[in-house]
């Protein structure tokens, strides 16, 4: 029996941004009828669904459009402290969503240097603005090349459009 | 119980813990265990736990869904489970079934929170076929019994996620007294009390005959192999922590006393 997941079967069409803005087009969170993620240029994404920023010193992590619009509405983020260690593919902390919680992996390794309080209070940014507001850790890479194992933005687009069609 | 050889038409092998009576904390140890240390797929059936405990979500607030007086005044035990979700009261008259299964062991199931509820939402409809007066009501993404005879709760890692589920085939109204109105709450509950909202699976199906249907209909999407106890603790790594933790009384008064400062401010 192939079993219709029809809140997922909906078609994600992906849409490539190379501005930081979310686009205009990314439909609003919750809505049952999503027609568009939204990827940006410049970052690195994991399978796993989280993204990646590295900007001089220093990365910032979080979860993706995709990602975001899959789980449902957060309501509580599982982050860890400054100073922790994460390492590349493993779990660094939880975001809880309908009924349920979902691991969030760490894209690189290394020591998290902040991390996003305003999550604690306004957890929901995670869907709203995924890439910005919605920002989790940002770790201190201990290895660098780690990014060079992720993938860029077209290749991400392409994955999440197979990981769907293939549901 | 007689596991079906007949079938074996490409179905992923799941493999079938019955239990009795285990205490929900060490349900929880042993589920979170599977979850992050085997490669199996599992389903596990509690037959009751043995005292009354209440079970909250990963970020349950304790000052917001529970009368924590009267908990402490009756030294009720508030578990955190590992998994996110609403409060449930447990006790011997609560059916436990959970799935512990990898991201791709049920054919185009994608691992996330809703495919994973609809999925459910489809095996137990088999399950309550013709059962009283059920009725399975889609509500947009979410879908309600009507009434509510089962809380159900999840959590995803990377590459295997677990689901399990509270059915309450009985109750003691007066542990419903502990439990507040959750303040976020689907639409459906419409502000109904806990009473209201709920009712017993005893008066519409036996005990026996839930198990045995449950057991039927995953044994329609997976191929069942009887487990132990003792098979489920041979495949555990020694090393692992599990996160589900009994909260203790000052941490429970500490509530009371953020609960009367929020009031104040």
Redesign the interface.
Known sequence: ????????STANALKLSTSASRSALASPAFS?ARSFSTVLEGFKYAS?HEWVKHDGPVATIGITDHAQD???EV??V?LPEEGKSVSQ?N?FG?V????????I?SPISGEVVEVNTKLSESPGLINSSPYEDGWMIKVKPSNPSELESLMGAKEYTKFCEE??AS? | MAVSQTRDLGLPLIKLLRLKGVPILQQLHLEERLLRTSSDNWCIINDGTIDPTIVM???GKPQELLEIESILRDDIPVIRR?????TVIVDQGTIFVTFICNKDA?????S????????SS?LYKKVFQGIGDFRLREN???RAWRPQVWR???????NRWVHHTSFLWDYEISNMGYLKLPK?APEYRQARDHLEFICRMKDYISRSSFIDRTIEAVGS?FLLRSAELEDAHCTLGSKFEPSSRLLRKQELGEAIFKSLTASQS
């Open positions: 029996m192939a079993l219709r997941m029809w809140a997922s049952l796993s899959h789980l449902g309501v509580f599982e593919g779990s939880a809880e969503s309908v009924k349920a919680t979902s691991d992996n990981e769907d549901h | 979500g990963i970020s590992f998994t996110g979700g609403g049920v054919p185009g199931l994608q996330y929170p809703q495919p994973i509820m609809s999925w489809l947009g993404i979410l159900e709760c999840e959590s995803i890692t990377k976020r999407e």
